[in-house]
């Protein structure tokens, strides 16, 4: 089994809202990740969880906060949002953090208003 | 930095019609190349790793190679089903780094 699976599919929020993203996977991958893709664009890297531990921050802004509860799942929680967050945000995970090869969730849909 | 560019940028092919998608890489210690296929609003679809130069895979009508430069992933009769973005990505030594896809389109 190879699914990572993401909640919820598609997400509207105002700018002053609060709201968080669920990533799930029970491969036994220690590494997780997110992602965030603008259209036509490549996965762009937000932050990297090894053991569930942040190891990598891609100097993203403070009003995107993970988090990590244990090694099956990945939270990512969104406050004070711009229009230009909005976006698909993608769920991975590997089975290391080193030369492994990433499963991707199907993604949230991100629309700020 | 790393660097991964993909070309064509946009490809459109009639059934039956092989072809090859191109991905040049600059890495600092190459740990492995990645080719995903992604559809339209899903997320990236893992299709292939690569690890040291000359390393070929097969999966039903795709065939991805790797050089020290670049990886090729060859379509070989290609169905419409096969229409979608393929991606390539090289993981370094910190992080994997993406390609902007090759938008494949297999017209019937």
């Known amino acids: 089994d190879t699914e990572v699976t993401q909640t919820p599919k598609h997400l509207v929020m105002g700018m002053t809202n609060k709201k968080s993203l669920k990533c799930e996977q029970h491969?036994?991958?220690?590494?997780m990740y997110w992602y965030k893709q603008k259209a036509k664009k490549p996965p762009e890297l937000m932050f990297v969880?090894?053991?569930?531990?942040?190891?990598i921050n891609e100097s993203v802004p403070s009003r995107f906060s993970p988090e990590c509860p244990n090694s099956s799942l990945l939270n990512l929680h969104l406050h004070a949002l711009q229009p230009e967050d909005s976006a698909l945000y993608l769920c991975?995970?590997?089975?290391?953090?080193?030369?492994?090869?990433?499963?991707f969730g199907p993604g949230t849909r991100l629309t700020v208003t | 930095e790393d660097q991964v560019t993909q070309s064509p940028e946009a490809l459109r092919l009639q059934e039956g019609e092989s072809s090859s998608l191109n991905c040049s890489y600059t890495?600092?210690?190459?740990?492995?190349l990645f080719w995903y296929r992604q559809d339209p609003g899903k997320g990236p679809e893992f299709l292939f790793t690569?690890?040291?130069a000359g390393e070929e895979k097969e999966k039903e009508r795709l065939k991805a190679t790797l050089t020290k430069k670049e990886s090729f992933l060859h379509i070989t009769a290609p169905k419409p089903e096969d229409s979608a973005t393929y991606l390539c990505a090289v993981m370094g030594y910190q992080k994997v780094t993406f390609g902007t896809g090759t938008k494949l389109q297999v017209i019937p």
């Open positions: 690569l690890y040291s």
């Open positions: 491969m036994g991958h220690r590494a």
């Open positions: 991975a995970s590997s089975q290391g953090r080193q030369s492994y090869e990433q499963y």
């Open positions: 969880y090894s053991y569930e531990k942040l190891s």
């Open positions: 890495v600092s210690g190459l740990r492995g």
